[in-house]
């Protein structure tokens, strides 16, 4: 993933604060547009685990902050429901205008019942994912309720969320009531997904209930059984974006482009350093994620570096295996290789060399499964020690490295 920021002017000129996520082999097929939950912001670990997997799947995502939160210009005491849409719908048109015009709503919490207005209102939406939403706005009104006399006495009020203090206008209260969720829903007419947790105290599931009542199909709804609220674990919410690009790929026409390889490379190694270790791995075609564990600091997304050089040698025998199994027609039937990397020091390999120093170690072991003499499973033996990347690793390896 690679992530371009962005400054977009909303309706006052102040400038929102947004970050377009990009698939890093630099090919969209659909852009996406990610509102965040009440007081929160687009660096929510929600919001980006989901925008960082859904690259994976080739979209473009576009998460901002609405008006006064996070790094976005504004006073949030000012704001108001009403000013979350437009500013959605301002980043509807910068993205519109200078990308192309995105297809996919997505939103979180009060987000999502911002998103569920906004395609009501833009043309170019043709389908909503919707997370732990309200089925009212007004909803929110639970989270304030301890403010509502001083904001009803002085027109503001001043409460805290999260250990965080905001102030609430008296306006935001009253604007709460503007938009009518029964009434929106039945009449979008385009595909919904619906994501929430039976186990959510802040917005119970009997609000997925109600908007899965209201829309009309092709509607979904899929249970994020176990999850709190801000899908605080990262596996919940990773399982939400993986079901979430699943589901666009049902509803939604995807554009085919060519790839764009990169210059000079078979292969990209992106990685930025707010994600720990986390690294995405492209040809162009295919997207990968490689890791550490979360031992030794890394968030476990993926397998490791030499892991990663493990599974390149076991695949590369087992297709070896297969072709030559086919040309000599031998019933080979399945073939699993078994790889493990030790460093182990040299006398432990019969070397007379510097006996402190150590060597690279790769255990192979593969299991033949057919109808095969044991002098066939002894050449396949022979043929695996053959295979590419086996011989590549055998021979010493030449790296040039140097800075683009």
């Known amino acids: 993933m690679k992530s371009v920021k962005l400054k977009i002017a909303n309706k006052k000129g102040e400038q929102i604060h947004a970050v377009l996520d990009l698939p890093i082999n630099n090919t969209v097929k659909h852009y996406c547009i990610f509102a965040h939950c009440f007081t929160c912001s687009s660096q929510l670990p929600i919001v980006k685990t989901i925008s960082r997997e859904l690259t994976n799947y080739g ?152 908007i899965y009542q209201w829309a009309h199909h092709p509607k979904s709804f899929l249970s994020l059984y176990g999850a709190d609220h801000l899908l605080s674990k990262r596996a919940d919410s990773s399982y939400a974006a993986k079901s979430i690009a699943t589901w666009i790929e049902r509803y939604i026409e995807l554009e085919q482009k060519e790839p764009m390889q990169p210059t000079d490379a078979d292969v990209v190694a992106h990685l930025e350093l707010e994600d720990g270790f986390t690294t995405q791995i492209s040809d162009g075609k295919h997207t990968i994620i490689a890791d550490e564990p979360k031992s030794i600091g890394g968030n476990d997304l993926g397998m490791a570096p030499y892991e990663l050089l493990n599974a390149a040698l076991g695949a590369c025998t087992n297709m070896t295996l297969k072709m030559y199994a086919e040309r000599k027609g031998w019933d080979l039937q399945e073939v699993k290789t078994h790889l493990s990397h030790t460093k182990k020091h040299i006398e432990d390999c019969n070397s007379v060399e510097n006996s402190q120093s150590k060597i690279d170690v790769i255990d192979k072991k593969i299991e033949i499964i057919g109808n095969l003499t044991d002098e066939q499973k002894a050449k396949l033996i022979e043929i695996a020690a053959k295979c590419p990347v086996n011989k590549t690793l055998l021979s010493g390896v030449k790296i040039n490295t140097k800075q683009i």
């Open 59 to 210: 979209f473009g995502v576009l998460r901002f902050d609405f008006t006064g939160l996070g790094d976005s210009e504004g006073e949030f005491a000012e704001t108001n429901f009403s000013h979350n849409i437009d500013d959605l719908i301002c980043v509807n048109n910068f993205l519109t205008d200078n990308y192309k015009a995105p297809g996919i709503l997505i939103g979180h919490s009060l987000g999502g019942a911002a998103v569920l207005v906004g395609a009501s209102l833009l043309e170019n939406i043709k389908a909503i994912a919707t997370i732990a939403a309200p089925a009212d706005v007004a909803h929110i009104k639970h989270l304030v309720k301890d403010a509502l006399p001083q904001i009803e006495e002085k027109g503001y009020g001043d409460i805290e969320i999260a250990g965080r203090p905001f102030r609430i206008g008296k306006s935001f209260i009253n604007d709460l009531h503007t938009y009518d969720l029964s009434e929106i829903v039945p009449k979008l007419r385009k595909p919904l997904l619906i994501l929430h947790s039976p186990q959510d105290i802040i917005v119970g599931i009997e609000n997925a209930a109600k």
